[in-house]
């Protein structure tokens, strides 16, 4: 039984940090890519980080581009997003993604609520 366990989120003030964690069972972790995506009340999806499976390239959403960090453990089976400097903006429920790396296969976790508030 695949699953993607998000935790980590809660409220923050502004400025603050967070660090969201997902963790993958029931598929080979290794060779699949994994992202973090967001969706704020009325806005659709969006991809917030990526990292690849071997080389763990990364790429990020422009609004996050040094403030967020995300990472990978193979051995555990984990993806993290470390979030800094956070702002309202990135309020939102953030949500984890595997996607196979060369097979369209994918799966989603059911997301964590993130607020960033005074």
């Known amino acids: 039984q695949v699953q993607l366990v998000e935790s980590g989120g809660g409220l923050v003030q502004p400025g603050g940090s967070l660090r969201l964690s997902c963790a993958a069972s029931?598929?080979?972790?290794?060779?699949?890519?994994m992202s973090w995506y967001r969706q704020a009340p009325g806005k659709e999806r969006e991809l917030v980080a990526r990292i690849t499976t071997i080389s763990g390239r990364t790429n990020y959403a422009d609004s996050v581009t040094g403030r967020f960090t995300i990472s990978r453990d193979n051995a555990k089976n984990t993806v993290s997003l470390q979030m800094n400097s956070l702002k309202p903006e990135d309020t939102a429920v953030y949500y984890c993604y595997a996607k196979h790396s060369w097979r369209p296969t994918d799966y989603w976790g059911q997301g964590t609520q993130v607020t960033v508030s005074s």
């Open positions: 029931g598929f080979i972790f290794s060779i699949f890519d």
